[in-house]
């Protein structure tokens, strides 16, 4: 089971793969901190999570934008020697311009990057593709860069999938029912080669599969299965108050690690069990007014997203502050760590304590600038963007077992696939994809 990631980030879906048995042939991104995050841990010789063991010749193991290696001649024959050589294309295009977190700008031009990844699926001929984006993916624009606009990105993604030879199903996942302690819903476009497998109703195929996975996944890693993970769970042992200077930014406080109590941490540090001090987790330096005012929230605000009232009688201008509620998963975790008060200490989260909340293990670096504001945010990718845009690496990790479970169903021509089974996927505006 081998796969190309196209848009990688700092490596959030490649982890969840690799640690789901698969092996990376080789991975686009543009960004070079995001990419150099990807490559320490999951390419280089020495790295810790390597699954990325014969990167081909061809292609530095360097950052590239898709538009640049598509728009190469020798890389395109390269793709189509790959073809039918691949498992799965899988990417997380930019979800900058979807997002209804932020401006959601219909003429921003990252997002037609989608089709870019469709093109490389023509080429590759996969037996699987896989996009994955946020909830506005699926949403139209009032103002459409395309030539019709009346429809989203994501329904012309799903034509183009479909009349590429593709039988197409649109699924929205939740990362907290395969163990990750964050409710974070995403829409995955599916889509399996009619080539390979016939006609199926992929939609269902993956829901249920992905079904059995979540309680599966749960069970292995030993974590409930009869409710969510919390955030006491995830981050209990990086809230100690031992504050030590932080190794690689001397400047400023750290703490040092408390024993792991939960299967979660254990299993976050199962590869740093002698480490003293975590990576990525320095202390922002709050004025005495801020630690003043998340000290009044601890006191007097129940856990969950502040009032806007509470924030401006205290002197804070943002509307946008959560304290994280230690009996429930964190809501959706963006690229602002400044959203999220800490539950115990009056301190925002730190980059290690998101990335905990994302489920990348301990033993994962990142690198880069720690955070980015002014003219270049929005275009570097910095540590705290890296983490926050990234896909959970347990749901990666659920996805990839799904994928393996379907697959070995079609190649072993499973009588259980016969229930999904069609005669015919219906043209595309007649799937109801999108109610």
Request: proline letters at 5%; aromatic letters at 10%.
């Given at each position: ?17 690799g640690l789901a048995g ?201 974590l409930p299965t009869d ?15 031992e504050n030590v200077a ?190």
């Amino acid at each position: 089971m081998n796969y190309i990631d196209f848009f990688s980030g700092c490596g959030g879906l490649s982890l969840g793969l690799g640690l789901a048995g698969w092996k990376g042939i080789f991975a686009i991104e543009k960004d070079p901190m995001a990419f150099m995050t990807f490559r320490r841990n999951l390419v280089d010789q020495d790295a810790l999570r390597r699954h990325f063991t014969d990167w081909p010749d061809w292609l530095s193991i360097e950052p590239h934008a898709i538009e640049d290696v598509l728009e190469n001649e020798d890389t395109r024959k390269h793709f189509t020697e790959l073809a039918g050589k691949v498992t799965l294309v899988a990417g997380g295009p930019p979800c900058q311009g979807f997002s209804v977190a932020g401006a959601r700008n219909g003429k921003d031009p990252r997002n037609l990057l989608v089709f870019k990844q469709i093109e490389a699926i023509r080429l590759l001929k996969p037996n699987f593709a896989l996009v994955e984006n946020v909830g506005g993916f699926e949403r139209k624009f009032v103002t459409r860069p395309t030539s019709d606009g009346s429809i989203s990105v994501a329904e012309e993604a799903i034509r183009e999938l479909i009349d590429s030879g593709y039988n197409v199903g649109k699924v929205i996942i939740n990362a907290a029912e395969f163990g990750v302690p964050q409710l974070r819903q995403r829409v995955i476009l599916f889509a399996i080669a009619k080539e390979y497998a016939g006609e199926l109703d992929v939609k269902k195929l993956l829901e249920d599969t992905l079904a059995k996975v979540a309680v599966q996944q749960r069970k292995e890693l030993n974590l409930p299965t009869d409710r969510y993970v919390n955030i006491e769970e995830a981050l209990g042992d990086l809230a100690g108050t031992e504050n030590v200077a932080d190794n690689e930014f001397p400047d400023y406080q750290t703490c040092k690690y408390l024993p792991a109590q939960s299967v979660y941490q254990k299993m976050m540090r199962d590869k740093t069990k002698d480490w003293e001090v975590p990576t990525s987790h320095r202390f922002n330096k709050h004025s005495a007014k801020v630690v003043a005012l998340y000290d009044l929230a601890h006191k007097t605000q129940q856990p969950g997203r502040l009032s806007k009232e509470f924030l401006y009688e205290n002197g804070c201008h943002s509307n946008k502050r959560y304290v994280l509620n230690v009996d429930t998963p964190c809501s959706t975790v963006t690229t602002a760590p400044e959203e999220l008060i800490h539950y115990k200490h009056p301190r925002v989260v730190t980059l290690r304590e998101m990335a905990r909340i994302q489920s990348f293990p301990d033993d994962y670096t990142f690198y880069g600038r720690y955070t980015l504001n002014g003219p270049s945010r929005g275009v570097d990718v910095p540590r705290n963007a890296q983490i926050g845009n990234a896909i959970p690496p347990l749901a990666g990790r659920a996805i990839g077992k799904a994928i393996q479970m379907i697959a070995s169903a079609i190649d072993c021509c499973d009588s259980a696939l016969e229930q999904y089974r069609v005669e015919k996927q219906p043209k595309y505006e007649q799937l109801n994809l999108f109610e």
